[in-house]
């Protein structure tokens, strides 16, 4: 398979509810969508999920597109790629700048899925022909606003609520969720708002039988981390942690966590993402598929991640019209029953409507 051309495209998307966590709101989606065209004129989509802002890691849509431009589109582009597994290894000579290689990696992927008539997620050796989905509800104003979505969300039918928490937003808040919803599946996620001299309250959050609380501590942390899991019952899940099958390995080695979220952008692509499934699985440690509010061509390549067998927890991975009034993708992702059926056409299974990118294409560069 040889790479003759990329598109770079700059997109712009409205959500339809402003998104809170412990590091600030967002109502505007701008991401990164990139189309890697072969020699057949055939087309893979890969889309990044670094934000506009360096909250979440160390990227941007400005440091994805320049890493791109000079490092990552140059080392591909006209050289012969037989498996999408080489991806990661042409690219290793780049230092981290894991959103930005992993852009292109899903695409090449996807291409590769697409040239071979397969699916994306038979290519990664998933065999789930649907997948439990969960839901993401960011910080809202009041507890009543949160228990309104809950219940709209648990009548949807979304298989686990996950609540974003931070100090005073968080042991009142699990409480009352609690006494509204007492059985259904409830995590948190704390986005590392929280340090070890905050354990009380972390530990107060045992009362409510929570599913995990995620990323707790630091976000280049796993040594406090396995202090913090010495002292809580609570599992702790992992997300901003690991940046890779090392993190991963570190990890679970020092007991910093019992679940892990992968996250196919934050560890640099699908082929690394399929490493630490494994290696977790080897180790009894169940992982699920977290979201970056992608739209529809990210979220395809998440729905087929979590086909492999060890993501046996729902993941963040909700219906397009949870996060857009018009998705970029034909069909849009449905879920029904809080279950999402794997597409059974080849490549990520979901058609991108060219008009609709158009459209939200602030701007775009091919390459060649
Ligand atoms: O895509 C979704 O629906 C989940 C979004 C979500 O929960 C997150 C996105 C990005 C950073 C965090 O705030 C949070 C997470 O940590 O998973
Ligand atoms: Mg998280």
């Avoid at 979220?299 to 087929?304: E, G, P, Q, S, V």
């Amino acid at each position: 398979m040889i790479i003759k051309e990329v598109t770079l495209r700059h997109v712009k998307m409205k959500m339809k509810a402003p998104f809170t966590t412990s590091f600030g709101t967002f109502q505007d989606k701008e991401f990164l969508l990139l189309e890697a065209k072969d020699d057949n004129g055939m087309s893979g989509w890969g889309e990044s999920v670094a934000f506009h802002s360096p909250w979440y890691n160390e990227e941007t849509l400005k440091t994805n597109w320049h890493m791109l431009e000079d490092f990552i589109i140059p080392s591909l582009l006209n050289k012969e790629v037989e498996q999408p597994e080489e991806v990661s290894e042409i690219l290793s000579y780049i230092r981290k700048n894991n959103m930005a290689k992993s852009t292109i990696e899903g695409a090449v992927w996807d291409l590769f899925a697409k040239r071979k008539g397969i699916t994306l997620a038979a290519a990664l050796g998933g065999e789930k022909t649907e997948i439990e989905v969960g839901i993401s509800i960011g910080i809202q104003n009041t507890i009543d606003d949160l228990l309104q979505l809950v219940d709209e969300y648990v009548n949807d039918g979304y298989k686990r609520m996950k609540i974003k928490i931070k100090p005073g937003w968080d042991v009142e808040v699990m409480r009352e969720v609690r006494k509204h919803f007492p059985h259904i599946p409830l995590m948190a996620d704390a986005n590392s708002a929280y340090r070890l001299k905050d354990i009380d309250r972390l530990k107060a959050l045992d009362e409510f039988d929570l599913m995990m609380i995620e990323q707790p501590l630091a976000s280049d942390d796993i040594v406090d981390h396995a202090q913090l899991q010495k002292k809580i019952s609570t599992p702790i899940c992992l997300d901003e942690s690991i940046h890779s099958y090392e993190d991963a390995r570190k990890a679970i080695e020092l007991g910093s966590c019992k679940i892990i979220n992968i996250k196919i952008g934050r560890v640099g692509g699908l082929t690394e993402s399929k490493r630490i499934h494994d290696l977790c699985q080897q180790h009894g440690i169940p992982v699920w598929c977290g979201g970056m509010l992608e739209s529809g061509v990210g979220r395809a390549h998440n729905i087929a991640l979590t086909t492999l067998a060890n993501f046996v927890m729902p993941g963040d991975t909700a219906g397009s019209s949870r996060y857009w009034e018009q998705d970029i993708i034909e069909p849009e992702v449905v879920v029904k029953n809080g279950m999402i059926t794997i597409p059974d056409k080849p490549g990520i299974g979901y058609e991108p409507n060219r008009e609709i990118i158009q459209q939200f294409t602030a701007y775009e560069k091919s390459y060649s």
